[in-house]
C-alpha cells in the first residue's frame, strides 16, 4: 500500500514565545536556557505564555490544539491573526512572515485570507441573521444586495433556512454558533480559527455541530485550526493534534499514534480515561498486507472503530479480519491484537511489573 501523501504546510508556527510583563524581552534569555512558567513568576514577575512553539499547519485539514486551562492554547490561536504580537518567533502564511505585515497588508489577511469563530459567538445584536452571516462580505465593502445570495446558501447549509430575518437574541445559543459558522463560510477564507467553538453548547448540541463541521470539512477541505480542552471532541475532530501544557507543546501527532504511543507521563494520564474502542480505528492496529488472512471471518474497513469491530465479531478473539479501503485490501486484522490496543500503554506496563 502507497502510502498517502502529506497536504502542503499553509501555517507555519517557528519558535514562537510569549512571555507577559514589564519587560518581556529581559527575561526571554532566561527562557530559553530552560526557565520555566512557576519559576519565571517567582524569580521575574513575569508569565510564560508560550515557550518554543513548533507546529506545521497542513493545507486541508483539521489541526486541533488543546490543553487544560492555563495551557497557552487560546494564547496560541490569536498569534496567527496578530490579535496578539509574540516575544519572539514567526508566524508563516503560505511562507509570509505576518509579523512583517502592515496594517493594509494585515487587513487584508484577517479579511480575506482568515475568518473566526468564537466561543461566545460574537454576533451584532442589532443586525439580522442574514447581515450577521454576511458581516465579513460587508466589512469589505459589498452591500447586503451583493452578499445576500451567498449569505443564505450557508444559512440554508448549517440549518437556519428562512432564519434571516431574525436577531440573534431570537435565536438559540446553538442556533446562534451555527450563525457564526455561517458567517466563517460566507467570508470564503481559506483558513477557519475556532476558539472553543463549542464549548458554551449543551452536550447534544455541541456534539451535533462536530458532526456539522466534519460534515461540512469533508466538502470544503479548509484548513481549520480549533482549540479545544475536551480531549473526546480533540480525538474526534483532528487530523493532527497538539497537545499543550503550561505554555509547550508535550506531544503532538496523528490522535491515533498519539493514543497508541504517548511519549511523556502528562499524555498518559491525559488519555487514561477515554473509550478505547470507541476512538481507535482499524487502521491504526492492523498489520498492513495484501496478503488474505487464513479463514477470514469477514472485512471491515479500515476506518472502522475497534468498538464496531467487537460488535461484529461477537467477542470472538480467534477471529481474523481483512481491512479493506474503498474495494481494495489494505490489511489484516487480528482480534487478539484489537484486544491487546485497548489496554493503555501504562496499563499494561503495570501488570507485567505486579507480574513479575
Sequence with gaps: MTTKEKPPVKVQIRNLYKIFGSNPASVLPHVEKGLGKTELLEQHQHVLGLNDINVDVRESEITVMMGLSGSGKSTLIRHLNRLIDPTAGKVLVEDENILDFNEAQLRRLRQEKMSMVFQNFALLPHRTVL???????????????????????????????????????????????????????????????????????????????QDLLLELQAELRKTVIFISHDLDEALKLADHL??????????????????????????????????RARVLRVRSIMERTTE?????????????????????????????????????????????????????AQAAEDGIRAGS
Excluded at 180 to 196: F, K, V
Excluded at 300 to 315: F, K, Q, R, W
Design 131 to 209: 447581515e450577521n452571516a454576511g458581516m465579513a462580505l460587508a466589512v469589505r465593502g459589498y452591500t447586503q444586495a451583493d452578499f445576500e445570495d451567498e449569505a443564505n446558501k450557508w444559512l440554508d447549509r448549517v440549518g437556519l433556512g428562512g432564519y434571516g430575518s431574525q436577531y440573534p437574541h431570537q435565536l438559540s445559543g446553538g442556533q446562534q454558533q451555527r450563525v457564526g459558522l455561517a458567517r466563517a463560510l460566507t467570508s470564503n477564507s481559506e483558513i477557519m480559527l475556532m476558539d472553543e467553538a463549542f464549548s458554551a453548547l449543551d452536550p447534544l448540541i455541541r456534539t451535533d455541530m
Design 242 to 275: 497538539v497537545i499543550l501544557k503550561d505554555g509547550y507543546v508535550v506531544q503532538q501527532g496523528e490522535p491515533q499514534e498519539i493514543l497508541l504511543h504517548p511519549n511523556d507521563p502528562y499524555i498518559v494520564d491525559f488519555i487514561s480515561d477515554i473509550n
Design 292 to 344: 488474505p488472512p487464513a479463514d477470514a471471518a469477514g472485512e471491515v474497513d479500515h476506518d472502522a472503530t475497534l468498538e464496531s469491530v467487537i460488535a461484529i465479531s461477537g467477542g470472538d478473539t480467534s477471529h481474523a479480519y481483512r481491512v479493506m479501503r474503498e474495494g481494495e485490501q489494505v490489511g489484516m486484522l487480528d482480534m487478539q491484537a484489537l484486544v491487546r490496543a485497548l489496554v493503555p
